[in-house]
């Protein structure tokens, strides 16, 4: 259980690691962050910079610590790994960062057993599967951001197109983070209306355009990753607001339902893979996948879609 004083740890003081704590420093919402990282003197020197806030901001111990330093945390987020390389596969990449990940959450699992796990690191869905299994922490406990960022993204695309703010969109990603995913635009409202009714009321935008449309700002969606990555070399703003968002739904009990990485059993047509799905979250983590009707063109996209991922699981031999 959640308790007053919050402590949440950070593992890896990356960009990502980093712009979650600095996060985390304005937010009030803890009393105390813990920073980690196999690179000591990057930590101290975040932990130190974060604690130099303290007359700016809500009251909150900031420190660099070791892995044992986590135990009593409440919730715990993994952001560590390497960045893919230009000359990297996806799969080359996930093989290291499965390493890396098997070589240290077992340990952290026995200093913080009762902790919640945020997993954000990339492959995040590969990742999350490993932490499972790795530890043999509960299933809703280990959570992965999953598709969160997508759908994020696809929301400020929509609510772009629409001409609204991005308050008044509702839209999911589903599937694998990244170019393999799939958006069912069924799903898809702006002010309470689907997409394509709004589209045609308020835009005047015919069925026929709108299909056109629907491909277009899903393509600028996947692509908008990579965009930002050719601009400044890293993404962390939005998946740090988006590990944010995450985090208040658990502290606050709030049971949100987003789209983040779990183990399904038989939800959307998946079976024993982490993905993707719409889950309620709460101060207990994972309380239930909801399990949304899709239509069957968009149910026969998943199925392609959760081929290619279950492919990638296949090929680590994480499923053994």
């Not at 020197?45 to 945390?73: F, H, I, M, N, T």
């Not at 200093?111 to 509960?138: E, F, H, R």
């Not at 702006?190 to 277009?216: R, T």
């Not at 740090?240 to 658990?250: D, F, G």
Request: proline share 3%.
């Amino acid at each position: 259980m959640i308790r007053k004083g919050r402590k949440i740890s950070v593992l890896g003081t990356g960009n990502v690691g980093a712009t979650i704590a600095y996060s985390l420093t304005i937010s009030g919402l803890c009393s105390e962050i813990v920073l980690v990282d196999i690179n000591k003197t990057k930590a101290e020197g975040e932990a130190l910079d974060l604690a130099q806030c303290a007359a700016c901001v809500p009251s909150v111990k900031v420190r660099c610590g070791e892995y044992a330093d986590v135990a009593g945390s409440d919730v715990i987020i993994v952001t560590f790994g390497i960045g893919r390389k230009p000359d990297q596969t996806r799969l080359d990449l996930a093989k290291v960062n499965v390493g890396i990940l098997k070589s240290v959450m077992p340990e952290v699992a026995k200093i913080a057993p009762d902790s919640l796990y945020i997993i954000v690191s990339n492959p995040v869905d590969v990742l999350t599967y490993a932490t499972i299994k790795c530890t043999g922490l509960p299933e809703n406990r280990v959570i992965g951001t999953g598709t969160l960022l997508d759908s994020n993204r696809l929301i400020k695309y929509v609510a772009d197109y629409c001409k609204v703010d991005a308050h008044n969109v509702n839209a999911y990603v589903l599937g694998e983070h990244g170019d393999a995913c799939m958006s069912p635009w069924s799903l898809c409202t702006v002010a309470g209306l689907n997409l394509k009714d709004y589209a045609k009321k308020f835009l005047g935008v015919s069925e026929e355009v709108m299909k056109s449309d629907y491909e277009q700002l899903f393509s600028e969606m996947v692509k908008s990753g990579s965009t930002v990555i050719k601009a400044k070399g890293a993404t962390y703003y939005a998946i740090a607001a988006s590990v944010m968002h995450l985090l208040k739904a658990i502290l606050y009990d709030t049971h949100t339902i987003m789209p983040l990485s779990t183990l399904v059993h038989g939800e959307y047509g998946a079976d024993n893979v982490c993905m993707g799905v719409p889950c309620q979250v709460g101060v207990n983590g994972i309380e239930k996948i909801a399990d949304l009707l899709l239509t069957p063109q968009e149910q026969a996209l998943l199925d392609m879609k959760i081929v290619s991922l279950t492919t990638t699981f296949d090929a680590l031999e994480l499923r053994k």
